[in-house]
C-alpha cells in the first residue's frame, strides 16, 4: 500500500490533469450542449493550439501571455468560420460528428508535415519552481493551468445564467422557433459560441504545450477521456465538465498510486458506463 505522501501527491496530480481535461472538454460542451453540433476538431485545435504555442515560445522566442494573445483571437474567428460553414451548409448533429472527424484528421497530417510525427517538447529555458505545501510540489504552470480552466467554468456559467446573451443562447438551444419570435438571432449567438468554444480550445492548447510532450498522434489518444468528461459533466454545464474532469483525473491519478499505470485509462470509461447504468430514469 502507498504511503499517505505519495497517496496525496497523486491527489495533486490528478487535479491538475483533470482541470486539463476540463479545459479541453468545455469548447466540446458548450459546441454539443447548445448548438447541437459533436464538433471534434476542438481536439485538433487544441493540439494546432500547443504546436503553435511550441513555435512561437520555443523557436521564436515569444512570451507566452503573448502568443495568447496571437492564438485565442484567432481562434475565435476560426470557430467561427468554422459554424458559418456549417450553418451554410445545415450539418447536422451526425453529419457534423463526421465532418469535424475529417477535419481533424487534415489537422493532425498537417501538423505531422510541418512538425513531423517527432516528440517535441516546449523547453522555456529555465526551471519553473513548485509551490511547496508541506510535503506537496504544486508545479507553478499547472497551478496557473488550474486557476485558468476554473476562471473560465466560472465565467462561461456565469455569462450563460445572468447576462442576456447567455439566457437568449439558453433559450435558442431549448427552442429555437419560440426564442426566435422573440427576437434572438440564433446565427449570430452560434457564431458567438463557436468563436468562445474554440477560443477555450486554444486556452487548453497553450497549456499542453507548457505541460506535455507532444505528438500528432495525441490528438486522437485524448478523445476517449474528455469524451467521458463531457458526458458526465451534463452538455454545456462548464462548471459540471470540470468537476468531471478533476474526478477522473483523481481516480486515474490514484489507480495509477495503487495499482498500475496500465490500468487508468479504463477509469474515466468505467466511471461514464456506471453513470449512464445507474442515473436515474425519468417516470
Known amino acids: 500500500m502507498p504511503s499517505a505522501t505519495l497517496l496525496a501527491q497523486s491527489m495533486v496530480s490528478g487535479i491538475l490533469t483533470g482541470a486539463l481535461y476540463g479545459l479541453v472538454g468545455l469548447g466540446l460542451s458548450l459546441s454539443w450542449g447548445y448548438l447541437r453540433l459533436i464538433n471534434l476538431a476542438h481536439f485538433a485545435l487544441a493540439f494546432l493550439g500547443a504546436y503553435l504555442t511550441y513555435q512561437l515560445v520555443g523557436a521564436l522566442g515569444w512570451h507566452p ?11 475565435f474567428v476560426a470557430g467561427a468560420l468554422m459554424q ?3 450553418a451554410r451548409f445545415a450539418v447536422g448533429e451526425f453529419g457534423s460528428l463526421l465532418v469535424t472527424f475529417g477535419l ?3 489537422v493532425e497530417s498537417a501538423i505531422q508535415w510541418f512538425w513531423t510525427a517527432d516528440f517535441r517538447r516546449l523547453e522555456l529555458g529555465h526551471a519553473m519552481p513548485s509551490l511547496r505545501l508541506g ?9 496557473a493551468m488550474l486557476a485558468v480552466a476554473v476562471a473560465l467554468a466560472l465565467g462561461t456559467w456565469a455569462w450563460l445564467r445572468f447576462s442576456w446573451t447567455g439566457k437568449a443562447m439558453r433559450a435558442s438551444a431549448e427552442n429555437p422557433a419560440i426564442a426566435a419570435a422573440f427576437g434572438v ?3 449570430r449567438l452560434a457564431l458567438l459560441l463557436s468563436g ?14 507548457m505541460i506535455h510532450t507532444l505528438t500528432p ?8 477521456v474528455v469524451f467521458a468528461v463531457v458526458i458526465l459533466g451534463r452538455l454545456g454545464n462548464p462548471i459540471g465538465v470540470l468537476v468531471a474532469g478533476i474526478a477522473i483525473g483523481v481516480s486515474e491519478a490514484l489507480t495509477m498510486a495503487v495499482t498500475a499505470p496500465s490500468w487508468a485509462p479504463m477509469v474515466s470509461f468505467t466511471l461514464l458506463i ?3 447504468l445507474l442515473r436515474p430514469r425519468p417516470a
Do not use: N
Open 104 to 106: 481533424t484528421v487534415i
Open 274 to 276: 456506471a453513470m449512464l
Open 84 to 86: 458559418s460553414v456549417f
Open 65 to 75: 501571455v503573448a502568443a495568447a494573445m496571437l492564438i485565442v483571437p484567432a481562434f
Open 217 to 224: 498522434s495525441q490528438i486522437f489518444a485524448w478523445m476517449g
Open 135 to 143: 510535503p506537496l510540489y504544486i508545479p507553478v504552470i499547472e497551478a
Open 185 to 187: 438571432d440564433h446565427r
Open 196 to 209: 468562445i468554444a474554440a477560443s477555450c480550445a486554444g486556452v487548453a492548447g497553450i497549456f499542453i504545450a
